[in-house]
């Protein structure tokens, strides 16, 4: 069973930068595709990013392109989100997630394993 544990939220003033990270443990990372959700209060979660097996392939929602870069290292079994220029509409819980396919995690839909989480605020 895979596990996912995020790190690295906190408070952030606009345009400020922050860097996620998501350790697994249980399963060798590089069988899987990566992504990158959030939920803001009130809303609905929404994909973030996603990244191939290898690190390869990535993808970005529209609203965080050019912004945001994941990215991986599979021999130290972690993912991570680095965002920068953040703005409040960022403010969210911010999940990592797993599945075997990334043609499956562009979708934003169908991950296997999630994590629990890690709160983002942006906030002067």
């Known amino acids: 069973q895979l596990q996912l544990v995020e790190s690295g939220g906190g408070l952030v003033q606009p345009g400020g930068s922050l860097r996620l990270s998501c350790a697994a443990s249980?399963?060798?990372?590089?069988?899987?595709?990566l992504g990158w959700f959030r939920q803001a209060p009130g809303k609905e979660r929404e994909g973030v990013s996603c990244?191939?097996?290898?690190?390869?392939?990535?993808n970005y929602a529209d609203s965080v392109k050019g912004r945001f870069t994941i990215s991986r290292d599979n021999a130290k079994n972690t993912v991570y989100l680095e965002m920068n220029s953040l703005k409040p509409e960022d403010t969210a819980v911010y999940y990592c997630?797993?599945?075997?396919?990334?043609?499956?995690?562009?979708?934003?839909?169908?991950?296997?394993?999630w994590g629990k989480g890690t709160l983002v605020t942006v906030s002067s």
């Open positions: 997630a797993a599945v075997k396919l990334f043609s499956v995690c562009v979708t934003w839909y169908g991950m296997d394993y």
């Open positions: 990244i191939s097996r290898s690190g390869g392939n990535t």
């Open positions: 249980g399963f060798p990372l590089d069988y899987y595709a």
